[in-house]
C-alpha cells in the first residue's frame, strides 16, 4: 500500500471532517492565470500593476473605472471556461461523504458551485467575481454582477464593488466564513491542501490548525510550497507532486471505496 492510500485509509476510518483547501492552482488548468504567473499583471494607461496593488479598496477608491475593467475581464474569463477533473473529483468526494466534506476555496472563479459542490459546504473565503455590494457599506446585501453596465448602488448611489476580499481588508464570518473555516479545521481528520502557495493568512492558518490536531495532510502542488514541507516532514503526510487534474481523481477513487 502507498503512503497515500494509507493515509486515506486511515483517514476514513477516524471521525472528523474530510477538509479541502483549494487555490489558484486548481483552476490553472481549466484557464484561469494564478495571480504569480506572467498575465497576473495589468496596464491600465501606462502605468502596469501588480494584482497586490490592484486588488486593493484603496486603488479601488482612487481608481474604480480601472479595478472594475480588470475584475470584469477576469469574471469573462471565469464564465467562459469549464471546470476541470480535480473540480469534478471533489464533487464526487462530497457526494459520497455528505456532511463530512468541507471545502474552503481561496478560489473567486465560482468553479467549484458551477461543477455542482453545494453553497452549504462550499466556503468561498476570498468572496466571489461573479458578486458585489455596495462599497459604502450602506447594506450588507450581495448580489449578482449581472452585465456589469450598472455598477452603482440602488439605494445609496456610491460605486458597487467586486465581491472579493482585497489585500487591505480583513476576513470575517458573514462574507468570508472566517471562524467556521477555523472550527473546520479544528475538528478535521484530513486536510487535503490543492493548488496554494500559502501566500496568504487564512490557508496557513487552517493547516496549523488541522496539523495542532493531528489531521493526516495531503499537498497536491507541482511546486514545493509549506504544506507540502510540513506534509513531508510529518508521518501523517504526504505531499504529492503533480496537477490537481491528474492527481484529484486518483484521491476520489480512494476516498470513494466502499
Ligand atoms: P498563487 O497564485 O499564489 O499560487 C498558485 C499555486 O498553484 C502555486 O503554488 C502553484 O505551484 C500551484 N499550481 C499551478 N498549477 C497547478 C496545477 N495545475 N495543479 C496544482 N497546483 C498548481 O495562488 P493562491 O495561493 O491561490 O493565492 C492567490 C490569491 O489570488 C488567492 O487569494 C485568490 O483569491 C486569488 N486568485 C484567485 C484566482 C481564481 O479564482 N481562480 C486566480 C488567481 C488568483
Ligand atoms: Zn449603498
Not at 453596465?149 to 458573514?174: A, S, T
Request: charged share 25%; net charge negative.
Amino acid at each position: 500500500m502507498s503512503k497515500l492510500e494509507e493515509i486515506l485509509e486511515k483517514a476514513r476510518k477516524e471521525p472528523g471532517l474530510l477538509l479541502f483547501l483549494t487555490g489558484a492552482g486548481i483552476s490553472a488548468e481549466s484557464g484561469i492565470p494564478t495571480f504569480r504567473g506572467k498575465d497576473g499583471f495589468w496596464t491600465a494607461g501606462s502605468k502596469v500593476y501588480r494584482p497586490e496593488e490592484l486588488a486593493t479598496f484603496s486603488t479601488f477608491r482612487s481608481r474604480p473605472g480601472d479595478v472594475w475593467e480588470w475584475y470584469l475581464l477576469r469574471r469573462e474569463t471565469c464564465l467562459r471556461v469549464e471546470p476541470n477533473a480535480a473540480h469534478h473529483a471533489l464533487v464526487k468526494i462530497e457526494e459520497k461523504w455528505g456532511d463530512r466534506f468541507r471545502l474552503i476555496t481561496q478560489n473567486v472563479d465560482g468553479l467549484h458551485l458551477r461543477a455542482g459542490n453545494s453553497l452549504e459546504r462550499t466556503w468561498q473565503i476570498h468572496g466571489d467575481i461573479n458578486l458585489m455590494r455596495c462599497a459604502a457599506e450602506c447594506t450588507d446585501a450581495v448580489q449578482p454582477v449581472g452585465d456589469g453596465k450598472n455598477l452603482r448602488c440602488d439605494r445609496c448611489g456610491d460605486w458597487m464593488r467586486p465581491h472579493v476580499l482585497w489585500f487591505d481588508e480583513y476576513y470575517n464570518e458573514e462574507w468570508y466564513r472566517f471562524e467556521s473555516s477555523l472550527a473546520a479545521a479544528s475538528g478535521a481528520a484530513l486536510l487535503v491542501v490543492v493548488g496554494t502557495s500559502g501566500a496568504t493568512n487564512l490557508p496557513i492558518q487552517v493547516g496549523m490548525r488541522a496539523a495542532e490536531r493531528g489531521a493526516y495532510l495531503v499537498d497536491v502542488n507541482p511546486e514545493p510550497n509549506p504544506f507540502s514541507e510540513w506534509a513531508e516532514s510529518s508521518p501523517r503526510g504526504k505531499a504529492v507532486t503533480g496537477k490537481a487534474s491528474e492527481r484529484l481523481p486518483r484521491i476520489a477513487e480512494l476516498l470513494l471505496k466502499d
